[in-house]
């Protein structure tokens, strides 16, 4: 008899956006969300080396401003790097999934990255993503059951918790954010049977 494999393999994604300074606010999450993460005792390449080619590219970036000549190519190379960084990055997230299938999702979520479902899709639990201006991050979440209604938390800290308003949907909208300050958010429904659990939290740093 042809053994059921019951934890079918879960793929970690980077959604890398083009943009140098939007790259570098995604890699900074990646770092803040692996750091001092159980999961990851011995990141390759290793955080601070990630760091230092990230500082790298943000000042290579500074410096193509003034249009100086050469810069936006000695730019350009950093960001290859850091690209490359960030997809060393992915197959070590990757490596430990596989080795804990039982735990897979939280382990690529809880490095800041994406899960890829059948088809192509991302999978969604809870997200936070940077909004479309600045100091404004956007939160999803799965949806609990018809007419629940969803509490949201924001922590500097991941300790110490701040209500945010309820939301009948399972998307909520926060604003008035410092640019470049991490954030922890977390959220639970609310149910006609009661106070749901609290999800694991998320990172992002603000943009």
Do not use: C
């Amino acid at each position: 008899m042809t053994k059921v494999n019951e934890h079918p393999r879960v793929i970690a994604v980077l959604k890398l956006p083009n943009r140098v300074a939007a790259l570098i606010l995604v890699l900074r999450n990646i770092i803040a969300a692996m750091t001092g993460n159980a999961w990851f005792t011995s990141p390759s390449p290793t955080l601070t080396a990630v760091t230092t080619d990230t500082n790298n590219l943000e000042t290579g970036h500074a410096t193509t401003l003034n249009k100086t000549k050469g810069a936006v190519s000695a730019r350009d190379d950093k960001k290859v790097i850091v690209i490359k960084d960030a997809h060393a990055l992915l197959a070590y997230v990757q490596g430990i999934a596989d080795a804990n299938p039982a735990s897979a999702e939280a382990i690529i979520l809880s490095a800041g990255m994406s899960v890829k479902t059948k088809g192509g899709k991302k999978k969604i639990e809870f997200t936070a993503t940077h909004g479309s201006v600045s100091g404004v991050v956007n939160l999803v979440t799965a949806a609990a059951e018809d007419n629940a209604s969803y509490e949201w938390q924001q922590s500097p800290d991941g300790v110490n918790w701040t209500n945010l308003p309820v939301t009948r949907k399972v998307k909520a909208t926060v604003t008035n954010l410092t640019p470049g300050t991490l954030y922890y958010f977390r959220t639970r429904p609310v149910l006609r049977s009661g106070e749901g659990n609290w999800s694991q939290f998320v990172k992002i740093i603000a943009n």
